[in-house]
């Protein structure tokens, strides 16, 4: 979590050598191109740049040596929910751990390193046919969304990218490594895939990629000035369609004097332009439609939207999230308030459902299988966000941690169920004791769950 600078700041002269070797300190040049992170500026004491898992081992050991400063793991750097940067603690950054193995001819498993970021893993599967159903940018790395969930544009169709992940290999709070898959540390291949970032710092992800074919790519703007019917509407569209359509749906506050209009992007995974139109018109007549283009791109093509440079730091966000099953018509005006009132300056509603509720609700430390949406906003004020997002909440069934800013501590309730969490909280004591892994959904070790007050 960013907080205020400790009192003792550590210093080069206390690395290991193999740490000084890649460390950035505020002295260096460029260290102002790797403090900060997609949204946070930041300023580190230290920031680690390992090239291998023996680097990560050490710079794990540096960090529970100093329990009293923050830190973070960095892989991508767009971080909501994770805190991968924070103010004079250790970064353990690891970009430059990018590798993407050719895939298994066989099996299409293809090894990951985490620091690669998604549009250069599905450039790399492209030329074999294959793709891994990631997210909705490009830019976000491996390491960050494959430990939490990923939503990306085929997970209709394929399920969230946890679910195609077959093994990882972890560096440990005591500085051992691992390698979990469903026979080797099953429970902890179980507690990766959704609270991962509490357990360990993931080194390399065997992931199965799946054969993908050219997209339809279609971006509708639609008539808005019922924002509420038109979600309930996209709704029943995306519930209604097959595996292979996934949607997003983006509404953001109207200027003054203009229309009011939503964006709504649409995947179909087909290369045939009649099966693309016929899948789309549903899309296209939620509402009156303003603007439209459909394309047939590679699949790499539709994630293609990375802004270059190093991070700059856009500003904290007040993000909010959740999970629900269906759009319901009180739900739906609910978010037409958020956006009417202010305090919302962007509200993206994503696709859930299809392959995601094929596996069982225990079987990864994500359970929320039978959701179908995963909406979430960024506003003006935490506070402003706070009501807002606290008066909708009765509507919500759960929620999606990785856009989430909200760090009270009803929220890792709402996103890991009673069972689950309290089977990731007796992990974390055996694995993570001392609560070195702590920047982002922290399971407190020390925390106590509802089954332990009962029982
Ligand atoms: C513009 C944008 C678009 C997005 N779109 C989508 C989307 O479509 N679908 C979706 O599901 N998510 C999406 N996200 C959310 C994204 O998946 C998460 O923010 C994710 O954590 C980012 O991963 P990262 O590696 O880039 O982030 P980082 O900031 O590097 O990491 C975030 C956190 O993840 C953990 N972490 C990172 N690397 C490791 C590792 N190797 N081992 C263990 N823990 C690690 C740490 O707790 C860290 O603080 C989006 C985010 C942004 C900013």
Redesign the pocket.
């Known amino acids: 979590m960013t907080t205020s600078a400790p009192d003792r700041a550590l210093t080069r002269a206390q690395l290991t050598d193999d740490l000084q070797a890649v460390a950035v300190t505020p002295q260096d040049p460029f260290y102002r191109d790797h403090a900060p ?3 946070r500026g930041g300023a580190p004491a230290i920031i680690l740049q390992a090239r291998h898992a023996e680097h990560v081992r050490s710079a794990v050991l540096l960090a529970a040596k100093h329990p009293d400063l923050p830190f ?14 924070n103010h004079g603690g250790i970064v353990l ?3 430059a ?1 990018n590798d993407i193995a050719l895939p298994d001819p066989g099996t299409g498993v293809v090894r990951v390193e ?2 690669a ?1 998604w549009l250069d893993v599905a450039r790399a599967l492209q030329p074999h046919g294959l793709g891994i159903s ?4 490009g ?15 085929l ?1 209709r169709e394929h399920g ?2 946890i679910d195609r992940v077959r093994a990882v290999e ?1 560096v440990l709070a005591d500085g051992s490594s691992v390698r979990a898959d469903a026979i080797t540390l099953p429970d902890l291949f179980w507690a ?1 895939r959704g609270a ?8 390399a992800f065997e992931i199965a990629a799946s054969p993908v074919s050219a997209v339809g790519y279609a971006q509708f703007v639609l008539a808005a000035d019922d924002a509420a019917q038109l979600l309930v509407d996209w709704g029943t569209a995306l519930e209604s369609a097959p595996r292979q359509v996934t949607s ?1 749906l983006i509404l953001g506050p109207t200027p003054p004097g203009q229309p009011v209009v939503a964006q709504v992007n649409t995947v179909v995974h087909s290369e045939q332009p009649e099966e693309i139109r016929e899948l789309l018109a549903p899309f296209a007549s939620a509402g009156q439609l303003v603007q439209q283009s459909a394309q047939v791109v590679p699949y790499s093509h539709v994630i293609d939207n990375v802004y270059p440079g190093p991070h700059r730091g856009v500003g904290e ?1 007040h993000a909010r999230a959740a999970v629900v099953r269906h759009i319901t018509p009180d739900l739906a005006r609910g978010f037409a308030e958020l956006l009417a009132n202010g305090e919302a300056h962007y509200f993206q509603i ?1 696709a859930l459902g299809g392959a995601v509720a094929d596996v069982p609700a225990e079987a990864t430390a994500y359970a929320h299988r039978d959701a179908n949406f ?1 909406p979430g906003a960024l506003g003006r004020s935490r506070d402003g966000m706070n009501r807002e997002w606290d008066r909708l909440r009765p509507n919500f069934d759960g929620l ?1 941690p ?2 989430e800013t909200d760090d009270r501590p009803d929220r890792l309730a709402e996103a890991f169920p009673p069972a689950t969490l309290a089977r990731l909280r007796g992990l974390k004591r055996s694995y993570d004791p001392h609560n070195v ?1 702590r ?3 922290n399971i407190d070790p020390a925390g106590v769950d509802e089954s332990e007050h009962t029982s």
Request: proline share 3%; glycine share 22%.
């Open positions: 992170t997609f949204f973070s793991i960095r892989s991508g750097g767009h971080g909501v929910s994770g805190r991968s940067t950054d690891l970009a751990m985490p620091g970021q990631s997210g909705d940018y830019g976000v790395g491996v390491g960050g969304l494959a430990t939490a969930g990923g939503a990306g544009w997970v969230l990218t972890m990766v991962g970032s509490n357990f360990g710092v993931v080194t997003s966000p994503r995963l999606y990785s856009f892994f920047d982002n959904f």
